[in-house]
Nanobody, 115 residues
Framework: QVQLVDSGGGLVQPGGSLRLSCAVS????????MGWSRQAPGKERESVAS???????NYAPSVKGRFTISRDNAWNTVYLQMNSLKPEDTAVYYC?????????WGQGTQVTVSS
């Protein structure tokens, strides 16, 4: 199993920025997708961004133009740059990895957007 550790959350004012990081323990598959999901209290978990092993990206409509997913050259770390944050972005954010026969999740990092 691929092990993920996500970090970088915190408290930020509306309009501010945060950068989340996901440390990846191992990458043994040729085809995979990494992404970020979030879950707010009382709401279902939703996918906000993803990046494939051939560097195609996808974003939820609610975050397009504000969030950017990226990775380092060796896929050791995947990032989520979050700009122009809104109160409705408040949630626990989870890094995730999907490949043949395997799905892995980080432990979650809290993002709170409040004045």
């Amino acid at each position: 199993q691929v092990q993920l550790v996500d970090s970088g959350g915190g408290l930020v004012q509306p309009g501010g920025s945060l950068r989340l990081s996901c440390a990846v323990s191992e990458n043994i598959f040729s085809t995979y997708v990494m992404g970020w999901s979030r879950q707010a209290p009382g709401k279902e978990r939703e996918s906000v961004a993803s990046i494939t092993s051939d560097d195609f990206t996808n974003y939820a409509p609610s975050v397009k133009g504000r969030f950017t997913i990226s990775r380092d050259n060796a896929w050791n770390t995947v990032y989520l740059q979050m700009n122009s944050l809104k109160p409705e972005d408040t949630a626990v954010y989870y890094c995730n990895y999907q490949a043949f026969g395997q799905t892995s999740w980080g432990q979650g990092t809290q993002v709170t957007v409040s004045s």
